[in-house]
């Protein structure tokens, strides 16, 4: 046998033994992994995609951000004190019971407010009373009496502002609810006025 051809038998036998070695290595690696001993790096999280996550349950499809829920609507009695004309729209029940919950208020005191509210002003966000022969000046849905203090500053509702009542209803809703959380019903209480938390 010449020198070239034993140079090249040597060469395979390495070539051989490098290709077992480096195979042998990364079936080694391979099992490391699975078996916990070697950590891999953990995937980079998509941008976009934001928590928290719920557990995924099989079977089930999973929404990684899911829409939020409608908004909770009043589906009670539509009081009218008066009769036809005097009850709440819709629209207006749902604000009022809306801005009612917000301070705490169970659906039987959003039913009273709507009761109140149907008596006091026919549901009408721009009712307004200046009689003060009869001591008011009385604003908007639940005809808050400005007489009383309620709008002055350190009053209740410091910083609602009555005169903006007809155009913007949500803010009369929010007003008479808050007079409610800080005085109950004690402000619509007729001949027996007063104010304590419900």
């Not at 390495?14 to 992994?33: F, W």
């Not at 007003?175 to 800080?182: D, I, M, P, T």
Request: with cysteine; net charge positive; glycine share 10%.
């Amino acid at each position: 046998m010449n020198k070239q051809n034993l140079t090249n038998r040597v060469k395979e036998r390495l070539k051989r033994k490098s290709i077992k070695a480096i195979a042998a290595i990364a079936l080694l690696a391979i099992v490391l992994t699975f078996t916990g001993a070697v950590k891999a790096e953990p995937r980079p999280i998509h941008e976009g995609i934001t928590g928290p996550f719920s557990p995924a349950v099989r079977g089930t499809q999973v929404q990684v951000n899911p829409p939020p829920p409608p908004p909770r609507v009043w589906t009670g009695q539509l009081p009218a004190y008066y009769g036809r004309g005097t009850a709440c729209t819709q629209a207006n029940a749902n604000l009022i019971a809306i801005a009612m919950w917000d301070v705490g208020a169970n659906d039987a005191q959003v039913l009273r407010m709507l009761k109140i509210i149907s008596r006091e002003s026919g549901c009408d966000s721009s009712a307004f009373n200046g009689n003060r022969r009869t001591g008011d000046d009385s604003w908007g849905f639940c005809q808050i009496n400005s007489l009383a203090g309620f709008f002055s500053s350190g009053g209740i509702l410091e910083g609602y502002n009555r005169w903006a009542f007809a155009g913007d209803p949500r803010s009369n809703a929010k007003a008479c609810a808050k007079l409610y959380s800080v005085c109950g019903f004690g402000p619509w209480n007729y001949g027996n006025y007063y104010c304590r938390r419900p």
